[in-house]
């Protein structure tokens, strides 16, 4: 029972950092842009939390300004991309790569330092109860938020006119700029919306899940990120379970050998990697189940006409 525990507990913390980031892309491609950037972005996060946390800034501080850092990042690639209609594709590459530098730059002082962690709510009676308590109620605040942002995002998407616009103008710019609607201005709000979570996805990595800078310490998880999004095929529920799922394979891994798996380290390494391929590929087989919720317009520039 312990090793279920701490199985499914770890999976639940390994999959957090993807939810923030994912949620965020996710409503970034509902509007029609596609965001490569996002392990830069990530990056930009994690480094700014850990630097606030060594400049002497309180924990809930230092969360907030690598939000606002990850979101400061993303508005490089909207310009490009929104403002100047460069390739999607192209811009978002570039972003990554300047966000893996700037975050190098930002964490030279203190590479490898360990920090106080965020900690973990420990809520009276309910978190003592066996077995129900060490599985649901002993997280830090950020694992509780990155479901409350789930919630909200569906309510915001499903539920609500503004959720409503942002879908159209990924499904057809034309007819919403036609309408009315400043297809460019709510582009840059989800674009940076999008950036956002990116960073406080990167910031739950450096002050949590391992608390410390290392860099390029996301090892790819913005690009597993993206991947989830299609995985989901553009839904938000199914995040969750991608998330979910590949949080498991990382804490595999890691508990792969203690299980008694006789491989070898680098091979438990990438079953995550090799996963998140995997289940993609089925997917992508079938083409209908994709184009169902897959926004029409994404990744293609639009310039308002008159």
Known sequence: MDLFIAIFTGTIIAATPLIFAALGELVVEKSGVLNLGIEGMMLV???????????????????????????VASLIFAVLALTFATNQYAAGLALAI??????????????????????????????????IGPLFFQYDPLVYLSYLMFACICWFLYRTKAGLVVRTVGESPESSHAIGFSVIRIRYMTTMFGGAMAGLGGAYLSIAYTPLWVENMTAGKGWIALALVVFATWRPTRIILG????????????????????????????????????????????????????????????????
């Not at 994690?46 to 990850?70: D, N, R, Y």
């Open 45 to 71: 996060g994690a480094a700014v939390a850990v630097w606030m946390h060594f400049a002497g800034f309180s924990m809930p501080v230092a969360i907030l300004t690598a939000t606002l850092a990850g979101s």
């Open 98 to 131: 300047l966000g893996s530098g700037i975050s190098a730059y930002i964490g030279r002082g203190f590479g490898g330092a360990p920090i106080d962690g965020l900690s973990s709510i420990s809520i009276p009676v309910i978190s003592e109860i066996p077995i």
């Open 243 to 306: 998330a979910w799922l590949f949080g498991a394979m990382t804490i595999f891994q890691l508990h792969g050998q203690a299980l008694g798996f006789a491989l070898p380290t680098e091979v438990l390494s990438a079953i995550p990697y090799l996963a998140t391929i995997v289940v993609l590929v089925i997917i992508s087989r079938n083409r209908e189940i994709l184009k169902l919720h897959f926004p029409a317009s994404l990744a293609k520039p639009f310039k308002p006409s008159g």
